[in-house]
Nanobody, 126 residues
Framework: QVQLVESGGGAVQAGASLRLSCMAS???????????MAWFREAPGKEREFVAA????????YYEDSVKGRFTISRDNAKNTVYLQMNSLKFEDTAVYYC????????????????WGQGTQVTVSS
């Protein structure tokens, strides 16, 4: 089992930056390094969508096209934490952001992730 807790959301103006954090507590015999991590988001009236993902080592990262060049996903395995640095925020980035985990192989499909946090709200005003 993995428990995920997001933090760092807030209300900002367009063009600002935020850094989201997701701390993982791993109960099983596996360690945080055994899990690929990802961020998804859900905007009002829209389906949840993939934002970014990172492999267990941090070497491989993947991004949704609209956030490429603006968002950076990273992880600190010593701290059991994954981050999402969001720069040049836009109104359309407004959403609840969710952290997710799955064992071993990093993928971008939402249905493949087994563990989810409760989400953190990001609101960008234009």
């Amino acid at each position: 089992q993995v428990q995920l807790v997001e933090s760092g959301g807030g209300a900002v103006q367009a063009g600002a930056s935020l850094r989201l954090s997701c701390m993982a507590s791993v109960d099983s015999g596996l360690t945080f390094k055994s899990y690929a991590m990802a961020w998804f988001r859900e905007a009002p009236g829209k389906e949840r969508e993939f934002v970014a993902a990172v492999s267990w080592s941090g070497e491989n990262t993947y991004y949704e096209d609209s956030v490429k060049g603006r968002f950076t996903i990273s992880r600190d395995n010593a701290k059991n934490t994954v981050y999402l640095q969001m720069n040049s925020l836009k109104f359309e980035d407004t959403a609840v952001y969710y952290c997710a985990a799955r064992r071993f192989v990093v993928v971008t499909a939402q249905k493949e992730y087994d563990y989810w946090g409760q989400g953190t709200q990001v609101t960008v005003s234009s």
